[in-house]
């Protein structure tokens, strides 16, 4: 049975219930099959399916690996598409008797139909799979504790840049970065777009935004002590995770190359910075108040006469795209900010606009905990105080740690970090005020001490 004229319906209804659609916000005018792959025959069976979907003027493609089954295990009705002919249609993601096939075809770097699995070593293929819950713009599947395996599920044409930076920094031999085991691409229209990628399962690894979490909380239950003096004092571990950012920063430029962004190039990303300030400003009345410091940073930024260096970077760095092993800090996800396009995600930039991303990070670290009162209690300017406390002292250790190995020093380029910290504050306000309006204050805030504090890491704070 070929599903290619009877699913689009189907998949129309179940693609806003996903977390990884990123169309959330508009109708769905129409849903095409581009291309339909099986896999496994018989029952269950697999499909791979790619989708077009248009809404207005905007078409976007986005990967389904669809099972079959005559039957559905109880295990599998929450992952059910619709039926079809009476066959139950699944997001086969979930089955684990199917997903084992991408992990054998990987290990047999083989091509089906428009199809190309590869592996860069010999791998194990009989291992079962584990659908993570943790993501949204992605699916990825955890075989074992050895492999991680993400499928992205909204195709870009091109090489995916979390495959393209991780190829580059394994060449490299950097030791922050999981290992590379293989991936699976798929030529469309005469291009070839990034399918998934499988990795390195680090299974010692803890989340750094549930490290830094644990930390705040600690300091929060004791009322009397400072950041520093909490047995659950973050400091060595952020200034270790600075470290490791610029190492794997330099493993990046040695892998890519460096280039120069001239003065005409920083007055241009100066401009782009004031036009985001302009239109947060229409959106969200609350940071008129800050807009003159803002621009006042924007304009330090613009007047810079020397060219300054640029080189591949993250692109989309915070506290949850790190995870601390037993052997140290490791980086993950590579691919930029989704809703960005990939020409622009490839773009070289500037390496403090990773370090800014990583200080914003920081912020809310300390401050998320203070949404609503709920997670805690006590005073609100004492727990205020607090958060800016812990934030500050991490913020100075993160930075400290950077600079010590080798990347550029914030505190010795205030114009810059300042300009790159602010515009992400200015994208937070956008965000939170769209999405999460109680979460509004916690940029805001920032906005507002940032504007009274000198250049991070500087010996001052």
């Known amino acids: ?24 916000d508009r109708g769905i005018d129409d849903v095409s099959v581009v291309t339909e792959t099986e896999l496994v025959s018989g029952d269950p069976s697999l499909r791979h399916v ?21 039957e559905l295990p109880g295990r599998l009705e929450y992952a059910e598409i619709g039926r079809v002919d009476g066959v139950h249609v699944y997001d086969a993601v979930h089955d684990p008797d199917l997903t084992r096939v991408l992990l054998e075809k990987m290990a047999d770097c083989a091509d089906v139909g428009p199809l190309a699995f590869r592996s860069i070593s010999g791998l194990e293929t009989d291992l079962d799979s584990l659908a993570s819950p943790a ?21 870009t044409p091109g090489i995916n840049p979390d495959l393209e930076l991780s190829r580059g920094l394994m060449g490299a031999g950097s030791k922050h970065v ?58 060595a571990e952020s200034e270790r995770l600075g470290a490791a950012t610029a190492e794997v920063h330099r493993d990046l430029a040695t892998a890519f190359g460096t280039g120069v962004m001239s003065a005409r190039d920083v007055r241009e990303l100066a401009r782009q910075m004031h036009d985001r300030l302009s239109e947060a400003c229409a959106t969200v009345p609350q940071l008129v108040a800050y807009a003159g410091g803002l621009s006042e940073a924007f304009d330090a930024f613009a007047k810079i006469d020397e060219p300054l260096m640029v080189q591949r970077v993250h692109g989309d760095f915070h506290l949850g795209q790190v995870m601390r092993t037993e052997t140290g800090w490791m980086l993950l996800d590579f691919e930029g900010e989704p809703a960005k396009p990939l020409e622009e995600r490839r773009r070289p930039a500037h390496p403090l606009r990773d370090v800014a991303g990583m200080l914003r990070s920081y912020d809310y670290a300390a401050r998320h905990l203070l949404v609503n009162g709920k997670a805690v209690s006590g005073n609100p300017d004492q727990l205020e105080d607090r958060a800016h406390e812990w934030a500050e002292r991490n913020r ?24 790159f910290e602010f515009d992400k504050a200015v994208y937070e306000v956008m965000y939170e005020a769209r999405n999460r309006p109680s979460w509004l204050h916690i940029p805001l805030g920032s906005i507002a001490a940032l504007s009274a504090s000198p250049t991070p890491g500087s010996p001052t704070r």
């Open 1 to 24: 049975m070929r599903l290619t004229e009877r699913l689009d319906d189907l998949i129309a209804d179940w693609l806003p219930r996903q977390r990884w659609f990123a169309g959330k």
């Open 396 to 419: 100075m250790a993160f930075c400290r740690g950077y600079a010590e190995a080798g990347g550029v020093d914030p505190a010795a380029h205030e114009e810059i970090i300042r300009a």
């Open 135 to 155: 993501e949204q713009s992605n699916t990825s599947l955890i075989y074992g504790d050895v492999y991680i395996c993400k499928l992205f599920r909204r195709l």
């Open 50 to 70: 790619v989708i077009a979907v248009r809404q207005g003027e905007q078409v976007d493609r986005y990967q389904v690996p669809v099972g079959l089954r005559r």
């Open 178 to 235: 999981p290992a590379l085991h293989g991936w699976i691409s798929c030529e469309l229209d005469g291009t070839v777009s990034t399918l998934a990628m499988l990795s390195e399962f680090l299974r010692t690894g803890t989340d750094g935004w549930q490290l830094a979490g644990t930390s705040v909380r600690d300091l929060y239950a004791e009322a009397d002590l400072h950041a520093d003096e909490v047995g659950g004092d973050f400091a």
